[in-house]
């Protein structure tokens, strides 16, 4: 018999594929080739039961779903006194590309803003930017359960077109955030971006977050549980831009989206989903994608305040 999960699944995709509305992101040239009509959902519970719906294995950029795992690794690698002196973890409430600093010190305000994320992949160990990209590489590779690979054309898409991204990095040096060379954590960051999941193994990494940092179906830890704890707090106020606080009014899930159309959302304890859809909202998130998450956080009352 069908489970009643999976039943549910394919009911909601079935409705949610006529929804209309949103654009496949154009500021990265390569991203316009998404097709609109992708659409796939995978929910991966901590026991690592996989049920998966539409294009759930179509490939796609991670973009900046990148943000909390590459974070997470910085945590990890160097430590909160290290890490909290040079990313903070207030909401910004301004858009993912955003110049969001500290007035004084220059710390950008969060992780999951595009500053704060180039900060973070600046600061993962290793004693050059070729072994930070190993130990980015490494860590994903962990979360997801298996070796990443890059999308190459959007990795040189966004390096060749990434002029935002290139004067948030050096406005990072001028205070000091970045202790390097600037472009090289910066294309770090362009790589971690590029690097290419499906749904499944979104759902793979927001149920390992879900499961206290241990993959689900490998039982590798990617994360030490106090890391995983504030990875989701970052992710439940910051994780949607200027929309986290209404996400979290109206979803109540630690989220994060990517401009490649990818969505997860983290129940902890119980189950990690990942949803890909490339039309974007004008606050850069999966139009479908924010509406699976509030559809399933209303049908089965999973909002993490509700506790009755
Ligand atoms: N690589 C993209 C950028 O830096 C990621 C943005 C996103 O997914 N919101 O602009």
Redesign the pocket.
Known sequence: MKSPIQSYLETLHRQLAALRGGEVAS??PELTKANPDWFGICLVTVDGVAYSVGDAAQPFTI??ISKPFVYATALADRGLAYVSQRVGVEPSGDA??SISLHPKSGAPLNPMI?AGAIASASMVAGQDATRQWARIAESLGVFMGHDVALDDAVYRS?SET?FR?RAIAWMLKNFGIIADEPMAALEN??RQ?SVLVDCRDLAFMAATLANGGIHPATGQRALPPEDVERVLSVMATCGMYDYAGSWLYEVGMPAK????GGIIAVLPGRFGIGVFSPPLDEK?NSVRGIEVCKRLSHDFGLHVFNKT
């Not at 989206?257 to 490649?260: I, N």
Request: a negative charge; hydrophobic letters at 20%; one cysteine or more.
């Open positions: 500021y990265i973009q900046s993912f590309n595009n966004e990434g991204n960051y362009f971006c989206s990517g401009v490649g850069g």
